[in-house]
């Protein structure tokens, strides 16, 4: 059963833009604190931005200024609009949640993100 699905990755040019759309579930969607993590090459998973149910937001230092998550309550959607893309950025992103009690799903295979010079 599948709980979320990531898609909208691919290759650009430093400076360009892509946004990212992550399907969710009802049940997930609803009662979760939605998150994008990356992985870049040789580097470990890191938390890039995550927004709570009612629309609060959190990014990486890394990013602030360039990403911004949101979600689309009506349609069970989480969004990572990524400008400004930077080679630093190369990574796979994953799309998922953390509960109130500190629990979170599976890792999926995320949708790569290539920024060339």
């Known amino acids: 059963q599948v709980q979320l699905m990531e898609s909208g990755g691919g290759l650009v040019q430093a400076g360009g833009s892509l946004r990212l759309s992550c399907a969710a579930s009802?049940?997930?969607?609803?009662?979760?604190?939605m998150t994008w993590y990356r992985q870049a090459p040789g580097k470990q998973r890191e938390l890039v931005a995550d927004?709570?149910?009612?629309?609060?937001?959190n990014y990486a230092d890394s990013v602030k200024g360039r990403f911004t998550i949101s979600r689309d309550n009506a349609k069970n959607m989480v969004y990572l609009e990524m400008n400004s893309l930077k080679p630093e950025d190369t990574a796979v992103y994953f799309c998922?949640?953390?509960?109130?009690?500190?629990?979170?799903?599976?890792w999926g295979q995320g949708t790569q993100v290539t920024v060339s010079s």
């Open positions: 927004i709570s149910t009612v629309g609060s937001t």
């Open positions: 998922n949640y953390r509960s109130r009690y500190g629990f979170f799903g599976s």
């Open positions: 009802r049940s997930i969607f609803s009662t979760n604190t």
